[in-house]
T-cell receptor
Framework: AQTVTQSQPEMSVQEAETVTLSCTYD???????LFWYKQPPSRQMILVIR??????QNATENRFSVNFQKAAKSFSLKISDSQLGDAAMYFC????????????FGEGTQLTVNP | KAGVTQTPRYLIKTRGQQVTLSCSPI?????VSWYQQTPGQGLQFLFE???????NKGNFPGRFSGRQFSNSRSEMNVSTLELGDSALYLC???????????FGPGTRLTVT
């Protein structure tokens, strides 16, 4: 079974600065998808960014980018120019290509953005 | 396009009762998945329905069941409620072959 680990329960960053959230996963599969979701206090889960394992190029979405290290099974999220609205719980998630929509989530990292 | 909707948003039930939660996916999305979120266990997959068939099931007791209708709307039922069933229940939908799941706002269930 796949597992996802986020070793940082809490992180904080100053507004306009950069922060990196860590995620490691364990799988025996070679093809899969990885995601970062954001959950603000409203509890609505919002997709931030996704990465297909077969792609070597790291995904980027505006101020959000990932560092995908397949051999190390690492998938970190970098938030540049942090904004107050980035404050939320961030979840790393894994989806196999053979298990439909089933997502395996990490424990989450609570990000605080200080003005 | 309207997002995923879940009803009701909040629910209070008594131990031993049963409850039904509803999820309407984004139009055109045929896959609906359910997740339970608790402070202790985090986010856990309950089950997935696709074209009215359960395609995948998580490690939950048989008290948790679901179904999907021909219009892709899904319901989740929990029978004989226990205090530990208190949680945020999230539903997500995905278009067939799509990478991404879109989540609803959740139903907060409190069991007393």
């Amino acid at each position: 079974a796949q597992t996802v680990t986020q070793s940082q329960p809490e992180m904080s960053v100053q507004e306009a600065e950069t922060v990196t959230l860590s995620c490691t996963y364990d799988t025996s599969e070679s093809d899969y998808y990885l995601f970062w979701y954001k959950q603000p206090p409203s509890r609505q889960m919002i997709l931030v960014i996704r990465q297909e394992a077969y792609k070597q190029q790291n995904a980027t979405e505006n101020r959000f980018s990932v560092n995908f290290q397949k051999a190390a099974k690492s998938f970190s999220l970098k938030i540049s120019d942090s904004q107050l609205g980035d404050a939320a719980m961030y979840f790393c998630a894994y989806r196999s290509t053979t298990s439909g929509s089933r997502l395996t989530f990490g424990e989450g990292t609570q990000l605080t953005v200080n003005p | 396009k309207a997002g995923v909707t879940q009803t009701p948003r909040y629910l209070i039930k008594t131990r031993g009762q049963q409850v039904t939660l509803s999820c309407s996916p984004i139009s055109g999305h045929r896959s609906v998945s359910w997740y339970q979120q608790t402070p202790g266990q985090g986010l856990q997959f309950l089950f997935e329905y696709f074209s009215e068939t359960q395609r995948n099931k998580g490690n939950f007791p048989g008290r948790f069941s679901g179904r999907q209708f021909s219009n892709s709307r899904s319901e989740m039922n929990v029978s004989t409620l226990e205090l530990g069933d208190s949680a945020l229940y999230l539903c997500a939908s995905r278009v067939a072959g799509g990478y991404e799941q879109y989540f609803g706002p959740g139903t907060r269930l409190t069991v007393t």
